[in-house]
């Protein structure tokens, strides 16, 4: 039997370095794609749906996105994608998110839904497929939305990050439920 030689031994193919032209068109190439499927540097904010309150609405919104704190649940503010005054979200992921001036949720035509004070803010909460707690308040000129994700409100519905967010809710839209308030506190 011949010996082969090492040059038959090796692939017939021929390697060739990229040339500066076609590098240049593939990375085009690959920056477009990237963007035509949703890859970038902020793939990892958080992407709540934005509503479209209007009017009045919307300027309550706008003051309470001024008045949300740095800190939820012991989770850090971050931006959200895209940056809204109808939207907030903290934490790394999955996040807790924050939408003011949704429409009308329907489980408010449900007349056994339950609201819940947590630090003077009356919260109706809807448990979601995924495990996640949806919490709307009702009563109010505007509707503010806050999704606890499963990992935040566990297995029982743990909604004590709401606490964080009550004084802002309070302060930048008005209830209009006397009964929607902290009770006086005595020195």
Not at 57 to 84: F, I, N, W
Not at 108 to 120: C, E
Request: with cysteine; charged share 25%; aromatic share 4%.
């Amino acid at each position: 039997m011949p010996a082969r030689s090492a040059r038959s031994a090796r692939s017939t193919r021929t390697v060739r370095p990229v040339r500066p032209r076609r590098r240049a068109a593939l990375s085009v190439t690959a920056a477009l794609l990237c963007a035509a499927v949703g890859c970038s540097a902020a793939d990892d904010a958080p992407r709540p749906a934005v509503p479209a309150p209007s009017g009045h609405q919307a300027a309550l919104c706008r003051t309470l996105h001024k008045e949300l704190p740095d800190e939820v649940g012991g989770l850090k503010r971050r931006a959200t994608d895209p940056v809204s005054d109808f939207t907030a979200a903290w934490g790394d992921g999955p996040w807790i998110e924050l939408r003011c001036g949704v429409p009308r949720p329907e489980i408010f035509n449900d007349v056994r839904t339950q609201a819940v004070d947590i630090d003077g803010v009356k919260w109706s909460p809807e448990r979601l497929p995924d495990g996640s707690i949806r919490c709307t308040t009702p009563l109010r000129p505007v509707y503010v939305e806050v999704t606890l994700p499963k990992e935040v409100a566990g297995d029982g519905g743990d909604m004590s990050a709401l606490v964080d967010l009550a004084a802002a809710v309070r302060k930048a839209v008005p209830s209009d439920d006397p009964d929607d308030s902290p009770a006086p506190r005595t020195p």
